[in-house]
């Protein structure tokens, strides 16, 4: 593999950030700069359906919602910012699908 294509090289580290960003304003979790906790509820009603799952998803959103701040400097920080708060506060919900 091309060194330049390693998730070490800051390169890349860039590239990811910018499209989870990307991909997180796409559907709507970033708006206008900042993390929507609306639409992240917005989400979260869409992909869940058990009510447990969806009191604990909102949980997750209402969190980030507080953790989450651009960093400045840093291209695509909302990109990093939103994928980290999720996993580190999402465990205990199936936010990310399986394939």
């Known amino acids: 593999m091309p060194k330049s294509l390693t998730i070490n090289n800051p390169i ?16 709507g979790v970033i708006k206008d700069g900042k993390f929507s906790e609306e639409g992240g509820k ?31 400097g840093e291209k695509c920080s909302l990109g990093r910012a939103v994928r980290e708060c999720f996993v580190n506060h999402g465990k205990q919900v199936n936010f990310f699908p399986s394939a």
């Open 42 to 72: 917005k989400l979260v009603a869409l992909r869940f359906h058990d009510a447990k799952e969806k009191e604990l998803a909102n949980k997750l959103i209402a969190t980030c919602a507080k953790e989450i701040k651009a960093k400045d």
């Open 12 to 27: 890349s580290k860039i590239c990811s950030q910018c499209y989870l960003q990307c991909v997180y304003t796409g559907v």
